[in-house]
């Protein structure tokens, strides 16, 4: 134990020193546990940085690392400025073998402590040696051995913020960089994140006097002083004025002195008045070559006749332009050099004018931006020397057709943007004739932005042959145009293309992926685009092309089918623990697996020997990222939302945790334990009754038709019970005695107790009372009774009520009994169910669905939802029984249910559920959507035949016949695909071709076409087989055609196919079957010669070969060939189907003219 301090020491300050210089002399004498006590009687009273550095000093000692890092960061939180927390802080970490942690708390007091005393030197010489301990073994600093010239030149690539920071380096790096004056010709202040002190412009103009010539200004404490004297001390050629606040005059005054200002850049943020402006163009130098006003604000421009000879730039951005055709007279007179213009408007004021628009006399014009509106009637003449073309004009605007327009060539034009009601003549100008001479002797456009305005199919495909464009790398499309039927003949068009921007339109998946096929494509912009699914945009860049969706948090465009890769994991780089980093390797590799996430999410909350509110910033951001990614992926494991509720009270606080809670409630809304622990956690951190009751009715709406919700309802009896609310207690009984329920006696029990001793109005409806009360009265002899007895007779009838009302309840328990007893599993598990549990659930629902109650029926698939969530079966019943509410009124459930099994819950292997998904919303007349979904599927499963399908036929219904043969015959073209599923889409290219165009002749030439390529397909051969036979014949003559159009296909499959003996044989039955119904008179020798090779004995079989047989048997193949031709129940695995597997479907035989037997 402490000794107490003496007596004479009576002050706090007294005390503080005394226990302190107790504790150093144990330290001294290595009584490291004693000097503990000292200190924590010290800090105990009032903590100090000193006090908390020496506890940390002895927990180093003692060897708890955990304990002393605790003290060194309170020692930092106390007083940022002070390096003492940083340099123990970093020891620590340094001991615990944490180095770059220890480097960035080293880094983090550099930038807090004072730049000056011995503390700050101890932390920069700490952070050099531990920065030079990490650094590779054989690295140097640059400065000792590249030459001098050859380091400038490298540091001149930096920006004015970096070379300041390199400063901090070391001093050799500080003299070398303030020792070169090139490196301080450009003085910029723009990245600057808070008021540069007047000392460090000082520095800069002292060390680049001479040299200093540009200067980018703004966030000053002492704007007028500083101009002042760059004006004075340096030479400026270039000024740019962000955020100045600046006195309007005093820039006046300030810049008349700049005789050798060459450019002026005024930025948004500079205050400067209308008339001070003109001031400015009045007193600037003639020498000026460059101006820019970004001044949005202002309401007009003028700019005065004054004569600037040397402008080469002009850039005006402002409210409104006065006078905008003098603004272009004064522009081509007084400023005749011009080789770029830009004038754009911020208000949207039309200005009116009808003054030519002549530019022509700026010969050495190159770049012309205008964006202004304006209206009248203009005659616009461009230079010929003109190499970029900005045009953005409302829609008064009236370009005039004169002689002086459609004469002017522009050939060296190699960027245009046009955004005009009229795009003709100016079209016509741009680009030039469709020629070969045209394109011979002027420039290519590398950059193009179509007009915003309609465009017709037959001006886009003019516009995209002109010669010029044949090299074209950047193109922007129209906002808001059809472009996304046009995309083949672009992508057919300019092969060249390396950018496209085709944000604002309604291009699909689909149209992404024939953009992604060109052969120099690099990037592809697609800001709000709503057709356009997300899992396109991951698929596009998955194949090496930048997508540009601005999506942020992914919400961005369509609705999404499903994430199905997984490419982010946690960031543990800060982590020198090797299971951690190997924990976080296997879910990275197998995300689907739940015991790599159980053991990540074990290891990443033991982090730093627990993790607390002083646990370093990374892991606790770590820990937190593999919650979130984990929860995403199995939002169902309600037992995980407690634990991170948990940790985050732990680290964060009450409102972390809230938040949490809240967020797994509304992941599995129907878990009773998750409801129970979040109601219990607001009764103990919540103090506000009418919140907490709040909370306490949203569980029971959610949670209070569960067969075991009496955990919740307990915990709601508990808390109003607490604050004797005895009037609610009673109302929350008469709720849950009408609930068919596990513990349902027992509440009636306590219930019925209650009811003893309360007022007759509150033990059952009103109606109910008055109906008692008037059998009572029509009663003999009631009116002789005293009250207490007519109370006595009116309690017993509604007790036989409320008797009424256990035997309701006691039997709808008993019926859902039945089915409750056989679930052994009622929360949710990556395991597979038995069958038992399947079939039990089945039961189950139908059971309640014929009890008609909505709410018990919704209320239970949402329990079957969450044990069996990975079974598309009960999906897929859940959505037809709502659709089936309301006669169909309940579209928004059905789309929540698809949407939740789609993204979340069934894996893209198992593919049914999407694909009903794509029906439904088709159904609500939404086709763009539902293809989305079918291409999402295909990113995953390539190769998958009913999706292909199903897709042709959507394009079929939705865009015509036509566009769902051009799918399929992208679909036959790609050499991802395996021949049988191609075979099967030139099989149902043909069938389209014969049953919807009517076109038998062609169907027949596709099949006849294809035969050699796809000799292993059963799909190919059976359904050519069968588009024979259903081919009608009513003459003779025809007849006969038919049988050798027939006979023709099946003597192929027999002599050239590789088909399996089994499918041979299948399809010989068939044939004999047509024989004996549609053959000719002779038909009965072939089907006796045919049926004595097919169905003799071995020995006399001719074709059929028993090398294809199982186990010799007759008329059996061997698995892998089944698999092979896609027969079903051919043993696909869902492992195929990931991998892109494809499943076929046994073909249905049709009967011939709706008679006799099917084929």
């Known amino acids: 134990m402490i000794a107490p301090a003496p007596a004479s020491q009576t002050t706090m300050n007294n005390v503080l020193q005394h226990l302190q210089r107790e504790g150093r002399a144990c330290y001294k004498r290595r009584e490291y546990r004693k000097a503990l006590d000292f200190f924590d009687n010290a800090i105990g009273r009032a903590p100090s940085v000193q006090l908390l550095d020496n506890r940390a000093a002895c927990h180093d000692k003692l060897n708890d690392l955990t304990a002393a890092l605790k003290d060194a960061k309170k020692a930092i939180q106390l007083q940022k400025e002070d390096p003492t927390g940083y340099l123990r802080a970093g020891k620590i970490l340094v001991k615990m073998e944490k180095l770059s942690v220890a480097l960035e708390i080293y880094s983090h007091g550099l930038k807090n402590v004072k730049h000056a005393g011995q503390g700050y ?9 531990l920065m030079s301990q990490l650094s590779p073994p054989k690295s140097v600093d640059p400065l000792t051995v590249l030459p001098r010239e050859l380091a400038e030149q490298i540091l001149e690539y930096l920006t004015f913020q970096q070379r300041t920071n390199a400063c901090l380096v070391s001093k050799q790096w500080k003299s070398f960089i303030r020792s070169v004056p090139s490196f301080w010709q450009h003085l910029d202040l723009s990245d600057a994140r808070r008021k540069v002190r007047p000392a460090f412009i000082s520095r800069a103009i002292n060390v680049g006097r001479h040299k200093l010539t540009k200067a980018t200004l703004g966030g000053l404490y002492d704007f007028d002083k500083t101009l002042a004297g760059l004006i004075r001390h340096c030479a400026l050629e270039e000024l740019a004025l962000l955020d100045t606040g600046l006195q309007s005059q005093n820039l006046v005054d300030l810049l008349r002195q700049s005789s050798r200002l060459k450019a002026l850049t005024i930025h948004k943020g500079t205050q400067i008045g209308e008339g001070t402006l003109k001031q400015l163009l009045a007193i ?62 911020s208000l949207g004021q039309a200005n009116h004018t009808s003054v030519p628009l002549d530019l022509t006399v700026l010969d050495k014009l190159e770049c012309l931006d205008l964006r202004v509106r304006w209206t009248g009637s203009n005659r616009l003449k461009l230079p010929s020397s003109l190499q970029v073309l900005r045009l953005d004009i409302n829609h008064q605007f009236e370009i005039i057709t004169d002689p002086a327009v459609t004469e002017v060539r522009l050939p060296r034009l190699t960027e245009l943007l046009l955004d005009v009601p009229d795009v003709s003549d100016l079209l016509h100008a741009a680009l030039g004739a469709d020629d070969a001479d045209e394109e011979a002797s002027s420039s290519s456009i590398h950059t193009l932005t179509l007009p915003a305005w309609s465009l017709r199919l037959d001006e886009l495909k003019a516009i995209l042959k002109r010669p010029r464009l044949q090299r074209l790398k950047h193109l922007v499309t129209p906002h808001q145009s059809e472009i996304e039927h046009h995309i083949t003949m672009v992508t057919e068009s300019l092969l060249a293309l390396e950018t496209v921007d085709v944000s604002h339109t309604l291009i699909t998946g689909i149209e992404l992926k024939q953009l992604v096929g060109m052969p120099y494509l690099k990037r592809i912009t697609v800001i709000n685009c709503p057709n356009l ?78 993790l607390n509110r002083n646990s370093s910033p990374q892991a606790i951001a770590s820990t937190r990222d593999v919650y979130d990614r984990f929860l995403a992926r199995f939002p169902l494991f309600f037992g995980y939302w407690k634990k991170y509720a948990d940790f985050e009270f732990a680290i964060a606080g009450t409102e972390a945790a809230d938040l949490v809670y809240e967020r797994g409630v509304a992941s599995i809304g129907i878990s009773v334990d998750l409801w129970q622990n979040y109601c219990n956690f607001k009764t103990e951190t919540n103090h506000d009754q009418d919140m907490i009751r709040e909370l306490f009715e949203r569980g029971a709406e959610s949670v209070g038709l569960d067969f075991l919700g009496h955990l919740f309802w307990d915990k709601y009896l508990e808390f109003e019970e607490r604050l004797n609310a005895d009037d609610r207690v009673f109302s929350i009984l008469e709720r849950v005695i009408q609930i068919p329920m596990h513990q349902y006696a027992r509440y009636f029990e306590r219930y019925h107790l209650l009811a003893a001793k309360r007022p007759i109005a509150e033990l059952a409806p009103a109606e109910v009372i008055e109906r008692f009360t008037a059998e009572i009265e029509r009663q003999p002899g009631t009116k002789a009774k005293n009250p207490a007895d007519v109370e006595g007779d009116l309690r017993a009838r509604i007790d036989a009520y409320h008797m009424e009302i256990f035997n309701r309840t006691q039997a709808e328990t008993t019926k859902r009994w039945t089915y409750e007893q056989e679930i052994k599993r009622p929360y949710y598990h990556v395991t597979v169910l038995d069958d038992t549990q399947l079939s039990n659930w089945r ?128 679909y036959v073209n790609s050499a991802d695909l395996s021949p049988y599923v191609r075979g099967a889409l030139v099989a149902e290219w043909a069938r389209m071709m014969s049953e919807i165009n009517g076109k038998s002749d062609e169907a027949r030439a596709i099949f006849a076409s294809h035969q050699s390529q796809y000799l292993d397909c059963r799909q190919f051969w059976l359904k050519w087989f069968f588009f024979e036979v259903n081919q009608p014949a009513r003459d003779p003559k025809e007849q006969k055609q038919h049988y050798q159009l027939v006979k023709a296909v099946y003597d192929a499959v027999r002599q050239r196919s590789n088909l399996p003996p089994a499918t041979i044989k299948d399809l010989t039955t068939y044939y004999l079957s047509y024989l004996q119904e549609r053959g000719p008179s002779d038909a009965m020798k072939e089907v006796m010669e045919l049926d004595k090779e097919v169905n003799g004995p071995l020995s006399v079989q001719k074709r059929v070969k028993r090398e294809g047989m199982i186990d010799g048997g007759e008329g059996t193949v061997s698995s892998a060939t089944l698999l092979e031709n896609g027969l079903a129940g051919a043993g696909m695995q869902e492992g195929a189907l990931r991998q892109g597997g494809e499943q076929y479907y046994a073909v249905a035989p049709q009967p011939v003219n709706g008679q006799g037997a099917g084929y």
């Not at 005006?316 to 004038?343: D, E, I, K, N, W």
């Not at 623990?577 to 790599?596: G, I, K, R, W």
């Not at 099994?901 to 007349?925: M, N």
């Open 121 to 129: 030197e101890l932390l920069r010489t700490a952070h050099g040696e």
């Open 284 to 345: 600037l130098p003639i020498s000026l070559e460059s101006l820019v006003c970004y001044l949005p604000d202002h309401k007009t421009l003028d700019l005065g006749k004054r004569p600037f000879g040397r402008l080469t730039t002009l850039s005006l951005c402002v409210g409104r332009f006065h006078a905008l055709g003098y603004l272009f007279q004064s522009v081509a007179t007084f400023m005749p050099h011009l080789r770029s213009f830009t004038a754009r408007q």
């Open 533 to 610: 699914g997300r899992d396109a945009v991951l698929w596009a860049r998955s194949q090496g092309v930048v997508v540009d969706d601005r999506a942020g948090s992914g919400d961005q465009g369509g609705r999404k089918v499903r994430y199905y890769r997984f490419n982010a994991m946690a960031d543990f780089s800060h982590s020198s623990d090797n299971e951690l980093q190997s924990l976080n390797a296997q879910v990275l590799a197998d995300p689907e697996e739940f015991e790599h996430w159980d053991k990540l999410v074990q290891a990443a909350q033991q982090q730093e020997g627990g």
């Open 843 to 970: 039961n189950y629902l139908d059971f309640e669905e014929s009890e008609g109650d909505y709410a018990r029926t919704k209320f239970l698939y949402e329990r079957c939802l969450v044990t069996a969530a990975n079974y598309d079966e009960f999906w897929l019943r859940y959505a037809r029984w709502m659709l089936s509410q309301e006669d169909g009124k309940k579209t928004e459930e059905v789309r929540n249910i698809y949407q939740r099994a789609s993204c979340i819950f069934v894996p893209i292997p198992k593919p049914a559920v999407r694909l009903w998904y794509a029906r439904f919303e088709e159904a609500l007349g939404h086709p763009d959507l539902a293809g989305d979904i079918l291409e999402a599927i295909l990113m995953v499963l390539p190769g998958h035949l009913e999706v292909i399908l199903d897709l042709a036929n959507l394009h079929r219904r939705s865009r015509g016949v036509d566009a769902a043969i051009q799918t399929l015959r992208a």
